[in-house]
C-alpha cells in the first residue's frame, strides 16, 4: 500500500516538476521569439532554412550584398577572405557568410555560383523579402532597390557596407568599415575580444 | 670555365625572361588614339551563371592641350555598358550611373575596385580567365578609342603575378 502511495507521489512530483520547466522554457522561448532575429527564416543555397542557432560556437561574418554587384561585393569579400585566411588560418573561429538581399534575382544556384569565385567556402544565405527585412533591420542593415522601371531587370540594389559579426545567442556588433584586408583583419580580432567580453550578460537580452 | 659560361648563360636567359615579362606587361595593354591612351584594361573573370561584369582601366591618360570628355563606351561581350561609381553615404554603398566624363589637360582618370568601374550588364557569356574582349570608350568630338580587354583572375592575390611583379624591381 505504502509503495502505490509513494508511486503516486513520484509521479505527481515528476508532472509538476516536467509542467514547472515547460513554463519556464516557454516563457524563455518567448523572450527568443520577441527577437525576430530568430524569427527570420533564411536558407541556404541547397535550400535548407537557416538560423543563427546553427552558428553553434562559431562567430559569424555576415555581409549583405547581391550577386549582380561586380565591384563593392566582391572587393569586399575578397578582403574578407584574406583577412580570415590570416587571423583564422584552421577556420575554428569564424565564419564567413553572404546575404543576398535580391531573392528576386539571387536563385540559390546563382548564389552557389557566385561564392564558388572565392578562395574560401562562404555561406551563401537569402530569403523572401519579408524575413530578409526583419533580419537585417533588427541586426542594425538595410538595404532598397534602386529601380525606376519596374520591368527592368538591370536594377541595382543599395546596402549597407561593411560586416556584421554575430553569435548564436543573437549578440552582434557592426565591424567598422576597412578597404583592406589587413585593417579588416585588425578590425575582426578587436570586434571579437568586444563581442566576447559582452556575450555572457547579455545572454537573455539580445537586442541592445 | 664551363661553369662560368653556363652562369653566363643562366644570367643572360634571366635578362631576356625579365625583358620580355616587362614589355608584354607595357605595349600589348596600352591603346592610344590621338591625344588620348587607356592604360591596362582588365575586368575580372567571373563565375558560369554571371549575368553582369566589371572592367577597369588603370588609368586614361589625356596628353592633349584640351579637356576630353568620355561619353560612353561599348562592347560587344554585354548588352549594356555603363562607367559607374561605387558611393558609400551613411553606411550605405550604392553604384551611380556616371553619363559622361571630362579628362583635363595632361590629366589621368582611374578606373580600378572600389570607385569608378565600367560595368556590364546582361553578359552573353562569362569572362574566362586569359581571355580577351574589345571595349571601345567613345570620345565627344574626339571619336573612339579602341582596346583588349585581358580578364584576369576573380582575387588579385595569386601565386604567379606576385613572381611576375618582382621582376620590375
Ligand atoms: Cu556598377
Known sequence: MKKIIYSILAILVFCAL????????????QRWQSNKLF???????EGKTWSIKSLKDKLGIIY?????????CPTALNNLTIALEKI???????KPIFISVDPNRDKPEIIKDYLSSFNTIILGLTGTDRDLKSFTFNIGA???????DPEDEDYLVNHTVGFFMINSEGVRLPIPYRNNSEDLGQAIVRIKSILMSNSNFKKFSSIF | MIQNQLLSINILILIAMACVYTTSDIDAKSYTYKKVRASNPWARATSKLAKTGVVYITSIHNTGERAVKIIGFSTNIANKVQLHKTVTENNITKMQYIKSLKIGPGKSIHIKPGGLHIMLMGLKRPLKENNQFPLIIKFETLGNLETMVNVKNFSWRQKKPLKHKHMHH
Open chain 1, 39 to 45: 524569427k527570420a527564416k533564411l536558407y541556404d543555397v
Open chain 1, 18 to 29: 516536467s509542467i514547472g520547466t515547460f513554463f519556464i522554457s516557454d516563457h524563455y522561448a
Open chain 1, 88 to 94: 583564422d588560418k584552421n577556420k575554428l573561429q569564424f
Open chain 1, 64 to 72: 549583405f550584398g547581391y550577386t549582380f554587384c561586380p565591384d563593392a
Open chain 1, 142 to 148: 538595410t538595404y532598397s532597390l534602386s529601380r525606376e
